[in-house]
């Protein structure tokens, strides 16, 4: 009887164990986290691409200008976004929301990601139109990839 009880919780806990290692990640090089990883380390940061696309010193000082300008106005729009976003939700907690405030805060809201947009297509435009040769464009794709959403 003293060895039933003892074997009851000895095969609770190594049932609880096999189930632990059953449900755990597969070795990292099967896994598809470890692929993410790899595609992710895979990926260039702007200084790798600039590099790769062997630009002249005039051509790198005007990448760099036109990469400080955008970031300084989309630093600057997501913040007024951010405020407006707090505003929206001050309001959508009162009691009694205004709804002509609310439909206000959230054109104002959709104008500001309209700036957002627009300054990106302008940057972006600037960089593949003024900056760029033809060729160093096709090769800033390539080495994009599939649209990333991160400029120089």
Request: glycine share 4%; net charge neutral; no cysteine.
């Amino acid at each position: 009887m003293v060895n039933h009880r003892r074997a009851v919780p000895v095969f609770f806990l190594l049932a609880l164990a096999a189930t632990a290692f059953s449900m755990a990640d597969p070795p990292a090089e099967n896994s598809a986290k470890a692929k993410a990883t790899e595609t992710q380390s895979a990926h260039l940061t702007w200084r790798q691409i600039m590099d790769k696309l062997q630009l002249t010193g005039e051509q790198r000082q005007a990448v760099l200008k036109n990469r400080h300008t955008y970031r300084r106005e989309m630093a600057v729009v997501e913040g007024q976004i951010k405020v407006k976003e707090v505003e929206l939700e001050n309001e959508l907690e009162k009691p009694d929301p205004d709804q002509t405030r609310l439909d206000l805060i959230t054109q104002e809201i959709g104008v500001l990601y309209g700036q957002r947009l627009s300054q990106k297509v302008k940057a972006k435009l600037e960089l593949e139109k003024k900056i760029l040769t033809p060729q160093q464009v096709d090769l800033l794709h390539t080495l994009q990839g599939p649209s990333t959403g991160e400029e120089l």
